[in-house]
């Protein structure tokens, strides 16, 4: 497998692959005919040590992602102490009993997809004042095993989230299957997102963050091409 043969980067050289990476944004998105300041790039960090985030923060980017609250709460309140700019995106499945450590923790909230996970983030969020950015999952190749509302019941959960909970949905965000192409996925979520007056679209990762920049993607989710393939 391509990921197997892939060489782990040692901490120091993220910084290179970071800025590598940064370039090849702006070229995607040049080609594209976008602004690179439309894209914001998500370094996602899950399972990766301080020393390999820490050069990607001295090197001035913000915005991070984890997948799990608990791994995200032993490494970020140190973490953000450090560098009090950074954002903390959640993109992994949550479940309603962390919808308390979630809030308190991230910026952005790129994963919920029921409405019993939307309304213990919104207690939540009136509770502490807090206010992360709200993004819904759809499932897009509606996958068994895979978080995300499938995409016929994505327009009703939208509506409850905003009329029932007020919520502040900025977006969508959607993960493809392994073994399809990417685009058609992209280009569903860009049009269920464009019938709600959605603007952000979170998709694309390290194989697919090209084709997802092309078809309108504003958050980008680029783990191994900064930080190395990841191991186990
Ligand atoms: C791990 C992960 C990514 C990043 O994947 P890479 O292939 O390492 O870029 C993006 N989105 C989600 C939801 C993830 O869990």
Redesign the pocket.
């Given at each position: 497998m391509a990921q197997q043969s892939m060489q782990s980067d040692s901490a120091p050289r993220v910084a290179e692959s970071y800025s590598r990476l940064v370039d090849a944004i702006a070229e995607a998105a040049e080609a594209a005919g976008r602004e690179a300041a439309e894209i914001t790039l998500v370094a996602?960090s899950?399972t990766r040590p301080a020393e390999y985030i820490l050069p990607v923060l001295s090197a001035g980017h913000i915005d991070f992602?984890e997948?799990r609250v608990q791994e995200a709460q032993q490494k970020w309140p140190d973490l953000k102490a450090r560098f009090p700019a950074a954002r903390l995106h959640l993109?992994?499945p949550l479940q309603s009993n962390k919808a308390r450590d979630a809030v308190a923790l991230a910026d952005a909230i790129?994963s919920l997809d029921r409405e019993k996970l939307i309304r213990a983030v919104s207690e939540e969020m009136a509770r502490s004042g807090r206010a992360p950015e709200c993004f819904i999952q759809v499932n897009t190749g509606e996958e068994a095993q895979k978080s995300g509302v499938p995409p016929g019941q994505a327009d009703a959960l939208i509506e409850v989230c905003r009329e029932k909970y007020a919520l502040p949905l900025v977006g969508l965000m959607c993960?493809p299957p392994l073994d399809e192409e990417p685009a058609p996925h992209f280009a569903l979520l860009r049009k269920i997102a464009e019938r709600h007056g959605l603007t952000k679209l979170s998709m694309g990762?390290?194989?697919d963050y090209r084709t997802a920049i092309a078809l309108g993607a504003t958050h980008i989710?680029?783990?191994?091409?900064i930080f190395g393939a990841?191991q186990g």
């Open positions: 996602v899950k992602g997948n993109i992994g790129h993960l990762m390290t194989a989710r680029v783990g191994s091409a990841r």
